[in-house]
């Protein structure tokens, strides 16, 4: 068998055809969504990131505002930015940009952001929403997950699917909408890989997400016939992006296959879009 590739850039396009339908009803009713990001510090990773969010703001006729500050900005002072954000109704949308010096407590500062300019879906509230099933914006990756295993239109109840990875942004929030799914759900981390045990879980996954961040960890040859491989992992070997998982191998075995890049990458990007103008239409009074 040779896997379909699900093609995230096609499906991101189409999610951002629906969005600017939706942005134009927002301006023209007077409420155009905006987008406020902090970063603290230079990293050469972020500044890539930074530049995709504002080239796909600005295509989309979002406003995009980047607000930098010196490496030895204080706590205090972005958390008193925060609130300045929180306070201006011309901010509809706040995000946050990783990583942040040491002595910056990241936690600390999402707890702060109204959650309802949470482009995110990284505050307390959206993250808990997560558990009760539905959020109103919700963390971008996970929920893009959900929308590239939906493409596949593959009936998930009953499913048995397994997690690499256990973070809160993606591993954690997967977890909890493909229980919602009913899906039976297994979460794998560092100390099922230090165990031994991390190709018994994946040998039984019918549906495998991998977030972790080690090219390769997932052998192709562990993928059970017929499985959607959703790879997360982005990393750089000689110069290329590679995913989690050995492609080549693995694409002869799984029914569905998200490339790296082009899979989840693309997806996330639109979720952010997504959670930007639900965030404008949340602040409408
Ligand atoms: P993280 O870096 O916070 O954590 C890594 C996870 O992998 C942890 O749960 C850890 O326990 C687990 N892990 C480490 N070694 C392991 C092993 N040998 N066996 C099993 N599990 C192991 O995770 P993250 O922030 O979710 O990022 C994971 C990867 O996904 C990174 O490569 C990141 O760049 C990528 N990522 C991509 C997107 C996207 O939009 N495409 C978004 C977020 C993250």
């Known amino acids: 068998m040779s896997a379909k590739i699900i093609d995230g850039v096609k499906i991101a396009n189409g999610i951002k055809e629906k969005l600017k339908v939706e942005i134009e009803n927002l301006k023209k009713k007077g409420n155009p969504p905006s987008l406020s990001a902090i970063q603290v510090g230079e990293n050469p990773g972020s500044k890539v990131y930074i530049g995709a969010q504002r080239k796909s703001c600005e ?4 406003e995009y505002n980047l607000h930098q500050f010196d490496e030895s900005v204080t706590q205090k002072e972005i958390a008193d930015f925060i609130n300045e954000l929180n306070n201006n109704p011309r901010v509809t949308g706040i995000i946050l940009q990783m990583p942040l010096p040491e002595h910056i407590n990241a936690r600390e500062l999402q707890h702060l952001i109204d959650p309802r300019k949470d482009a995110e879906g990284v505050s307390p509230t959206n993250m808990g929403m997560v558990v009760y099933g539905k959020p109103t914006l919700g963390p971008c990756t996970a929920m893009a997950i959900m929308e590239l295993i939906k493409s596949t239109g593959v009936e998930l ?7 690499v990875g256990h973070s809160d942004i993606v591993g954690k929030p997967t977890a909890l909408f493909l229980l919602d799914k009913f899906v039976t ?3 794998c981390h560092i100390a099922t890989g230090e165990r031994g045990t991390l190709p018994d879980y994946v040998k039984r996954a019918e549906i495998l997400i991998v977030a972790v961040g080690k090219a390769n960890l997932i052998k ?3 993928i059970k016939e017929g499985a959607i491989v959703i790879d997360v992992g982005i990393n750089r070997v000689k110069g290329k992006i590679v995913g989690d998982v050995e492609f080549d191998v693995a694409r002869e075995r799984a029914s569905y296959i998200t490339p790296v890049p082009g ?4 997806v996330t990007t639109a979720m952010l879009l997504r959670n930007t103008i639900e965030a404008a239409k949340l602040q409408i009074v």
């Not at 109840?157 to 997690?163: D, R, T």
């Open 263 to 266: 899979g989840v990458g693309p």
């Open 157 to 163: 109840y009953g499913k048995e699917a397994v997690m």
């Open 220 to 222: 192709g040859e562990w």
């Open 59 to 62: 295509k989309m006729g979002i």
């Open 185 to 187: 759900t297994s979460v």
